[in-house]
């Protein structure tokens, strides 16, 4: 069974950057260079939204409220996935969640808290 660990999340003020990582285990280097992979995030008493993605090809794609201050980026050699997000504002607040495949295979993380305070 893969398994996805995010790490990197924590307290920030507005205007501040963090960079959240995400890592595969239990999966080769090749299956996890196939695959898709996403952040998504969800705030207080919200539904989980996608953030932004990135296919097997390297071609990276964003909602429309993080482009310009979020890059997502993969390291397939380490199994890995990364979110820089920059110029944080209070409304990123929430838990940030790596998903890796398709809708038919997506398997989630555990998340992570980011907290953006005024």
């Known amino acids: 069974q893969v398994q996805l660990v995010e790490s990197g999340g924590g307290l920030v003020q507005a205007g501040g950057s963090l960079r959240l990582v995400c890592v595969a285990s239990?999966?080769?280097?090749?299956?996890?260079?196939?695959?898709?992979i996403a952040w998504y995030h969800q705030a207080p008493g919200n539904q989980r939204e996608l953030v932004a993605a990135?296919?097997?090809?390297?071609?990276?794609d964003y909602r429309d409220s993080v482009k310009g201050r979020f890059t997502i980026s993969r390291d397939n050699y380490r199994n890995a996935a990364y979110l820089q997000m920059n110029s944080l504002r209070p409304e990123d607040t929430g838990v940030y969640y790596c998903?890796?495949?398709?809708?038919?295979?997506?398997?989630w993380g555990q998340g992570t808290q980011v907290t953006v305070s005024t």
């Open positions: 998903a890796l495949g398709d809708d038919s295979s997506r398997v």
């Open positions: 239990r999966i080769s280097s090749y299956d996890f260079a196939t695959n898709d």
């Open positions: 990135i296919t097997n090809y390297d071609i990276p």
